[in-house]
């Protein structure tokens, strides 16, 4: 995996093979910070990152200046790995051994980005429970996006706070906002 920009940029790291995870393509992840880049400002926001595996997405945050990340995985190999490169890189990377479920529910947290990334296998409902756990709790700022990356077989559309997809290759992130008094 490949950091893409920010001080960090080019570096290469090389997660053990022993972790399972299904880290999100350069090729994805270029395309979604460059969405993200035409949002904010990288180094005034706060990023939950769900399911963070390897801890890719939060590196590339973290390269690019953002100094309020969670990284939440189950797996304590997962996150085992995100401390130490974070520490090693001298990221600033706060890491939570937590099922993703069970953290939405007891966390007070609010971010202006939330990413999920959880299994491409899952069904639609245990992707959609990310979503309605993320706005019946308020976790997003006002100007917040929750994006849950998935494969193009899974369509996240039908839920009320969708706000539209980009695909690239087999991967897709749905993009989901707070709806305003105005939009309803």
Known sequence: MRIISGKLKGRRLKAPKNLPVRPTTDMAKEGLFNILNNLYYFDDISVIDLFSGTGNISYEFASRGTKSIYAIDANY??????YNTAKELD???????????KFLEKTSLQADVIFADPPYDFEVEKFLTI???????????????????????TDLSTHKNH??????GG???SFFEKITEKEN
């Not at 990221?91 to 479920?101: A, E, F």
Request: aromatic share 14%; hydrophobic share 35%.
């Open 77 to 82: 190999n997962c996150i085992r790995y995100i």
């Open 91 to 101: 990221l600033n990377i706060n890491t939570y051994k937590s099922d993703v479920y």
């Open 131 to 153: 979503a309605n756990t993320v706005f019946e709790n308020n976790l997003l700022e006002d100007e917040g996006v929750l994006i849950i990356e998935h494969s193009k077989h």
């Open 163 to 168: 706000s539209y997809d980009k695909r690239y």
């Open 171 to 173: 991967n897709v992130f």
